[in-house]
């Protein structure tokens, strides 16, 4: 009795996600999610290769500039910048930021730190015989770093930054503090409607809301995978 | 006139010195082996010799010209110089073909067609004809060896450094890249090579150079050298060399 009355409970839930346009405001909820990690992972990439590139550049000032920036992205809490960057801004120097715009700023910032220090690695795991064997071939500093050294932080990289890529795809959820509506968001919006009609919602959203962070992540790792194992074959 | 010109070479890392004064020369067509004891500088000679070290005195000409010390157009010079390293140097992204052909085609950007002929005829007369599309974790540390001297061969240097090319080979792969130099000496290349390979050296050289401590202490033909040198330095490092039987 008591198990098929909770099984009635879940399925009475999952009823929410067929009432008015829930279901088709969840995706549109999820599409907000994606375009927000889809322009910072790229903005991040792409800046992240500088700044991987810049930290392997031998100056002291420099080097202790990039790495106070990295330690501060690391060691702040992204909601902690994401408040910085939403109230702070606002209150200490009088100009508003939307919700959106603050989430994507501190994103890329947070990314370009993560994947600059991914990039750094991969750079300084290339061997130094490895320039040393283009340049004895006659090739120019710059024939070598695009034909030797870049191909191969490249497939280093790949794997690694798949990684980074789920990870800044997840922490957006936190978007829901500024303000932002995203797929969390509606998900606490149409618990919040049903409250009344469907008191369960809440454990049919959020399972609907974990399949779509699962299958917007899950290929991405798969991926990686496929990738690393791809390039092993390859070269074993 | 000589092919190589060495004249008072000096070469210092910080204030230690590696190499004092050292000069000789190498006409077409000659092998030259090197040979002392460890840390005695040989290594950082060949280096100097294709501008991978700055060097603090002295100059080096080759065909005439003034190499040393370049920096802009060093490239163009290390074209002319062939170099194969001790480590294990190819690049592992790339198949064995084109390791090849990235010196051809994009240092001196020669014509695929007659590149990859080349390269082909190379890799056939070092017997790795077969292994033209694998990568460089699927072969052996001699066959690697070999790739890379063909890769060195394939741009057509005026003269080939080998820089203890066997020195992390197993054993039974040193005989096979030996070989290969061997058969280079054959045919007129003009070489200068490090090794602790005694007999090879004696076999393959036309003169050899005994070098301690940053000098060059004897030079001479490898059958003086090695029944009579001259030097007790020089005994004294092939003593290093011989087993007196002890039974």
Request: glycine letters at 0%.
């Given at each position: 009795m008591v198990s098929s009355a909770l099984s009635d409970a879940v399925a009475g839930a999952f009823r929410v996600l067929f009432l008015g346009r829930n279901f088709v405001r969840l995706l549109e909820g999820l599409l907000v999610t994606i375009r927000i990690a889809a322009v910072s992972v790229a903005l991040s990439l792409v800046s992240g290769v500088f700044f991987g590139m810049l930290m392997t550049v031998k100056n002291k000032p420099l080097h202790v500039m990039c790495k106070i920036y990295l330690e501060f992205m690391r060691i702040m809490p992204q909601l902690v910048l994401l408040f910085l960057a939403y109230f702070g801004l606002t209150r200490t120097f009088g100009f508003h930021i939307s919700g959106e715009t603050s989430v994507l700023l501190v994103f890329t910032l947070w990314g370009t730190a993560e994947m600059g220090d991914l990039v750094r690695g991969a750079l300084e795991s290339i061997p130094q015989h490895q320039y040393e064997s283009g340049r004895a071939l006659g090739l120019t500093e710059r024939q070598i770093f695009f034909f030797i050294v870049i191909p191969q932080t490249v497939r280093r990289l790949v794997p690694l930054s798949m990684n980074l890529i789920t990870r800044m795809i997840k922490t957006t959820s936190l978007a829901v503090f500024v303000g932002v509506v995203e797929v969390v968001k509606v998900g606490q919006q149409i618990i919040e409607a049903s409250?009344?009609?469907?008191?369960?919602a809440s454990i049919a959203i959020y399972a609907v809301i974990f399949f779509m962070y699962f299958l917007v992540c899950w290929p991405l790792s798969m991926a990686a995978g496929y990738i690393e194992k791809r390039q092993k074959a390859q070269e074993a | 006139m000589a092919l190589l010109e060495i004249n008072h070479l000096v070469k210092q890392y910080d204030a230690s010195p590696i190499l004092n004064d050292i000069s000789f020369s190498v006409e077409k067509g000659e092998v030259i082996v090197i040979v002392g004891p460890s840390g005695c500088g040989k290594s950082t000679l060949l280096r100097c010799m294709n501008g991978l070290e700055q060097i603090q005195g002295g100059e080096i000409l080759l065909g005439g010209e003034r190499i040393s010390n370049r920096t802009k157009d060093m490239y163009l010079v290390r074209q002319r110089i062939g170099m194969v390293f001790q480590s294990y140097d190819l690049f592992p992204h790339m198949n064995v073909l084109d390791n090849i052909l990235l010196g051809p085609r994009k240092a001196q950007k020669r014509d695929k067609k007659e590149a990859v002929k080349e390269a082909e005829e190379l890799l056939q007369r070092v017997g790795l004809y077969d292994k033209i599309r694998s990568y460089p974790r699927q072969l052996s540390g001699g066959q690697k060896q070999r790739v890379a001297i063909v890769r060195a061969l394939c741009m057509n240097p005026e003269i080939m450094l080998f820089d203890e090319v066997t020195a992390a080979l197993d054993p039974e792969m040193v005989r096979e890249v030996l070989d290969v130099m061997i058969d280079l000496a054959k045919q007129g290349k003009t070489m200068i090579i490090v090794t602790h390979e005694m007999q090879f050296a004696r076999a393959v050289a036309d003169r050899i150079i005994f070098i301690d401590s940053g000098n060059i202490v004897e030079q001479g033909k490898p059958d003086d050298f090695f029944t009579n040198p001259q030097t007790a330095r020089a005994r004294q490092f092939l003593n290093v060399f011989q087993f007196d039987k002890i039974k």
């Open positions: 409250r009344l009609t469907v008191p369960t | -």
